[in-house]
């Protein structure tokens, strides 16, 4: 296995940087708005503001351990699953947000999970630190598929 030549680790951390906080530009014209607002909600669903900063700290998460990865083994099937559960990722608020479709989001979100558990399972393998890294992601993510579900099945109702 080739290494990748880690000369420029800060431009490639960068690159990191990059490629995932466009994760959430895809969702960027899928804002919760006034269809969100008016929805029936659990009473434990967080307030709107904390959103932001706790993806902000995720998404830094997850670029470093992709860096941290890419250090170790370049671009190989490991940072593969990372970008696809990247993808994953971006596109759950088009489907719930903007399609309005917190059953599909549901499921979306499940698929996530369980690309963002192979990944960690993946990473564990090449640099533990990376891999615990992305334990808050799965954590976020975890809180937020419960949250998924509860609204889903309030609108059921």
Known sequence: MNKP??????????????????APLAGAGSMPGE?????AKPDWTPPGWLFGPAWTILYILMAVAAWMVWQRVGWTRPLW????????????????FGAKQPGWAFAEIIALWLA??????????????????????????SFATVLNC???RLQLD
């Not at 699953?81 to 719930?96: E, G, K, M, T, V």
């Open 5 to 22: 030549d880690t000369r420029n680790r800060p431009a490639a951390l960068a690159g990191f940087l990059v490629l995932t906080f466009l």
């Open 35 to 39: 269809w969100y607002a008016n929805l």
């Open 81 to 96: 699953l990372w970008l696809a559960q990247l993808a994953l990722n971006a596109a759950w608020s088009p489907i719930f």
């Open 116 to 141: 963002i558990a192979v990944t960690i399972f993946t990473f564990m393998k090449i640099n533990r630190r990376a891999a615990w890294l992305l334990m808050p992601y799965l954590a976020w993510v």
């Open 150 to 152: 509860a609204i889903w």
